[in-house]
């Protein structure tokens, strides 16, 4: 687990389950920053999408997906289309939190991410679902999804996936 504000959020994956919520098999640690706090003194609401973001990166890494700089640009064209999230509890600095992850539905040209953030004590601050898409890279518009990231999403999620039909 980060011990400061200069501390990488570390990856770790396995299967784990949370009562209520199911098994994960992807979870990012890291720490509340004193810039994710608002005047409030409390995570703001927009950070945890930033979160999410890095939960589902990493997750992406952590399936076998090459990540560099352009990506998700030239390679893996995959862009969110729907995310919601409720909040749970609020998170302050320095707390420490996981962002549990995985994909629950694959469908033709788009599939859906399940997350949990959990703070170190056990307390769910959040839970959220999105929607990403998969866009050809040369025309920007959906197709569906390659049988490679299938295969990859298969393999890591095992049977707690679901392949459906659109």
Do not use: C
């Not at 390659?146 to 459906?164: A, K, M």
Request: charged share 25%; net charge negative.
């Amino acid at each position: 687990m980060p011990t400061n504000e200069h501390d990488e959020a570390t990856i770790d994956h396995g299967p784990v389950t949370i009562e209520g919520y199911g098994t994960f098999n992807h979870r990012l640690h890291s720490r509340v920053r004193s810039y994710d706090v608002d005047r409030q003194s409390i995570v703001h609401n927009a950070v945890y999408l930033y979160w999410l973001e890095a939960a589902r990166i990493e997750y992406f890494r952590d399936m076998g997906i090459p990540i560099d700089r352009r990506a998700f640009v030239t390679k893996h064209r995959f862009v969110v289309v729907k995310t919601e999230i409720e909040y749970k509890l609020a998170a302050q600095f320095d707390d420490a939190y996981t962002v549990f992850t995985r994909v629950s539905f694959v469908k033709n040209s788009s599939f859906g991410f399940e997350h949990v953030i959990r703070r170190e004590d056990g307390a769910i601050l959040a839970t959220a679902k999105g929607v990403l898409v998969y866009l050809n890279p040369a025309t920007h518009k959906p197709e569906r999804i390659p049988d490679s990231y299938r295969t990859l999403i298969h393999e890591f999620e095992g049977e707690n996936v679901q392949f459906l039909k659109d």
